[in-house]
Nanobody, 126 residues
C-alpha cells in the first residue's frame, strides 16, 4: 500500500503562485510515475501534469504549459507542482496520484494510476 498526502493549497489572487507537494509513504522502494489532477466544482477530474520516475519525461495539459512545473525528489519521496500566474479557472481540488505499472511513462488517464491522495484545495480569486 502507498499513502499520498498533498499539501500547499490555499487562497491566492490571480497572478499569484502556489507550490503543491505530494509526499508518498509505504511502498516507496518501488519505482513509480506521478501525476497531478484537478477537479473543479461540478466538473470531472482532469489531468494537469505527470512526471516519470527518473524525471526525464514530463507532460502537461495545454492550459497550464508555461505556468506550471512538475518536479520530484525521489530521496524525499515527494513530488511538487509549482503553479505560477494562477488564473481563476485554476480553482479546483488538486490530487496527486502514483502509477506503479509504468514508472517510465507519463499518462493523462485516471485509470493508469494506482493510488490517490485526498486532495488539496486551490482557490484563485479574480
Amino acid at each position: 500500500q502507498v499513502q499520498l498526502v498533498e499539501s500547499g493549497g490555499g487562497l491566492v489572487q490571480a497572478g499569484g503562485s502556489l507550490r503543491l507537494s505530494c509526499a508518498a509513504s509505504g511502498r516507496t522502494t518501488s519505482s513509480y510515475a506521478m501525476g497531478w489532477f484537478r477537479q473543479a466544482p461540478g466538473k470531472g477530474r482532469e489531468f494537469v501534469a505527470a512526471i516519470s520516475w527518473s524525471g526525464d519525461r514530463m507532460l502537461y495539459r495545454d492550459s497550464v504549459k508555461g505556468r506550471f512545473t512538475i518536479s520530484r525528489d525521489n530521496a524525499k519521496n515527494t513530488v511538487y507542482l509549482q503553479m505560477n500566474s494562477l488564473k481563476f479557472e485554476d480553482t479546483a481540488v488538486y490530487y496527486c496520484a502514483a502509477d506503479f505499472r509504468g514508472p517510465n511513462d507519463v499518462s493523462i488517464f485516471l485509470n493508469t494510476y494506482d493510488y490517490w491522495g485526498q486532495g488539496t484545495q486551490v482557490t484563485v480569486s479574480s
